[in-house]
């Protein structure tokens, strides 16, 4: 398809979600929720950024399925309409796998499936790109880099989009943006909780500030924002991670070696003891039933083939018919040779003069 596009001259952006249409996300969802189903394994989906795609992981769960879904920063805040911009940075920003939906109901649907649970988790799935290094794709969308902007904006997004609108409460809000993946993940209570023992991250939230996104403030070295103008209620005030406050006012405060790496073990309890309870439930047995001590007879088949004459003129037919007709046996082939050959057929008549007389148009008159 992609190569289909180039041909017709289309090697901008929008080239991208052209190629990329929704039917392929659900597809894939919809196979890997499959092969996770038969091989009784958890499934973790990133990236949920259609309606559709978002239904089947819904439709699934419902069904018992230890599937997880994540819509991310992009999905949850903005459309893929962009794509047909009239400026190429702007739209290349865009670019990523799967593309953004063009359905501007999009955000808002994403957003009510994380809210009543059938999605669990959001992240940002930063992974952003100057325009100079997206303009290597500047003939070629499909040599565009793919990733956007999401990390800073995530959690107001989130809070505008469903706290604010009294889609979840603040406990939700929590869970979707650090429990459920710390749980998941394996590092709770280490993660995703304030309590002794636990590590010193920690966010001071303002509900009632409220914040416009700008390439102008924002703390990455990008020139485009993908969320430029968009107004968020909810707002981190200060954040500390490791007890060392990072963010103050919009501000970052980092060093380079400041973080750390998070060893995990594997197999979290919070996926796998569901995964165990299936695999005990779905062990195969057997049907316990007494010996059959009843009769036993061979069946013997009294089926009886046709002979058939050979044709020089198409596959074997049978050229003479013994017994009754069998009315399910076509009486008509292509081959040539037809099963009726043998009766004698009446020489062709022309009618004359038809029953009733000849009719002459003229005489009506």
Same mark, same amino acid.
């Given at each position: 398809?992609?190569?289909?596009?180039?041909?017709?001259?289309?090697?901008?952006?929008?080239?991208?979600?052209?190629?990329?249409?929704?039917?392929?996300?659900?597809?894939?969802?919809?196979?890997? @929720? *499959?092969?996770?189903?038969? +091989?009784?394994?958890?499934? $973790?989906?990133? %990236?949920?950024?259609?309606?559709? !795609? #978002?239904? =089947?992981?819904?439709?699934?769960?419902?069904?018992?399925?230890?599937?997880?879904?994540?819509? @991310? *920063?992009?999905?949850?805040? +903005?459309?893929?309409?962009? $794509?047909?911009? %009239?400026?190429?940075?702007?739209? !290349? #920003?865009? =670019?990523?796998?799967?593309?953004?939906?063009?359905?501007?109901?999009?955000?808002?649907?994403?957003?009510?499936?994380?809210?009543?649970?059938?999605?669990?988790?959001?992240?940002?799935?930063?992974?952003?790109?100057?325009? #100079?290094?997206?303009?290597?794709?500047?003939?070629?969308?499909?040599?565009?880099?793919?990733?956007?902007?999401?990390?800073?904006?995530?959690?107001?997004?989130?809070?505008?989009?469903?706290?604010?609108?009294?889609?979840?409460?603040?406990?939700?809000?929590?869970?979707?943006?650090?429990?459920?993946?710390?749980?998941?993940?394996?590092?709770?209570?280490?993660?995703?909780?304030?309590?002794?023992?636990?590590?010193?991250?920690?966010?001071?939230?303002?509900?009632?500030?409220?914040?416009?996104?700008?390439?102008?403030?924002?703390?990455?070295?990008?020139?485009?924002?993908?969320?430029?103008?968009?107004?968020?209620?909810?707002?981190?005030?200060?954040?500390?991670?490791?007890?060392?406050?990072?963010?103050?006012?919009?501000?970052?405060?980092?060093?380079?070696?400041?973080?750390?790496?998070?060893?995990?073990?594997?197999?979290?309890?919070?996926?796998?003891?569901?995964?165990?309870?299936?695999?005990?439930?779905?062990?195969?047995?057997?049907?316990?039933?007494?010996?059959?001590?009843?009769?036993?007879?061979?069946?013997?088949?009294?089926?009886?083939?046709?002979?058939?004459?050979?044709?020089?003129?198409?596959?074997?037919?049978?050229?003479?018919?013994?017994?009754?007709?069998?009315?399910?046996?076509?009486?008509?082939?292509?081959?040539?040779?037809?099963?009726?050959?043998?009766?004698?057929?009446?020489?062709?008549?022309?009618?004359?003069?038809?029953?009733?007389?000849?009719?002459?148009?003229?005489?009506?008159?």
């Amino acid at each position: 398809e992609q190569k289909k596009l180039l041909t017709l001259g289309i090697t901008g952006p929008e080239g991208h979600v052209l190629s990329h249409p929704e039917e392929a996300e659900t597809e894939a969802v919809y196979r890997a @929720i *499959t092969i996770a189903k038969q +091989t009784n394994c958890p499934l $973790y989906i990133t %990236k949920v950024m259609s309606k559709s !795609a #978002a239904d =089947v992981i819904a439709k699934a769960r419902k069904k018992g399925m230890v599937v997880y879904g994540e819509p @991310i *920063t992009a999905s949850l805040g +903005t459309d893929g309409s962009h $794509y047909w911009s %009239k400026n190429w940075a702007e739209a !290349a #920003a865009f =670019v990523m796998s799967p593309p953004l939906n063009p359905d501007p109901s999009t955000p808002q649907y994403l957003t009510s499936l994380l809210a009543c649970g059938d999605l669990q988790v959001t992240s940002s799935a930063q992974a952003s790109f100057s325009t #100079a290094q997206r303009a290597v794709g500047k003939d070629d969308f499909t040599l565009i880099p793919e990733g956007s902007n999401g990390i800073e904006e995530r959690m107001s997004v989130v809070w505008d989009r469903a706290v604010s609108t009294g889609k979840m409460d603040e406990n939700e809000f929590v869970a979707v943006t650090s429990t459920n993946a710390a749980k998941l993940f394996n590092i709770y209570p280490r993660k995703g909780r304030i309590a002794v023992g636990s590590d010193a991250d920690i966010v001071i939230w303002n509900p009632k500030e409220t914040r416009t996104i700008s390439a102008k403030t924002h703390n990455l070295t990008v020139e485009v924002n993908i969320l430029e103008g968009l107004e968020c209620r909810g707002v981190a005030s200060v954040v500390i991670s490791a007890g060392r406050v990072v963010v103050e006012d919009g501000k970052l405060n980092v060093i380079e070696g400041l973080g750390r790496f998070v060893a995990r073990k594997a197999f979290p309890d919070a996926v796998y003891k569901r995964i165990r309870a299936r695999s005990k439930m779905a062990e195969v047995r057997g049907v316990p039933r007494g010996n059959y001590d009843g009769p036993v007879h061979d069946v013997i088949s009294m089926t009886k083939s046709v002979p058939l004459t050979p044709t020089t003129r198409g596959p074997l037919c049978p050229k003479t018919q013994t017994g009754p007709r069998n009315l399910h046996q076509s009486g008509f082939t292509l081959a040539g040779t037809q099963i009726d050959d043998h009766i004698p057929r009446r020489s062709a008549q022309r009618i004359v003069a038809p029953p009733g007389g000849r009719s002459n148009i003229t005489s009506l008159s």
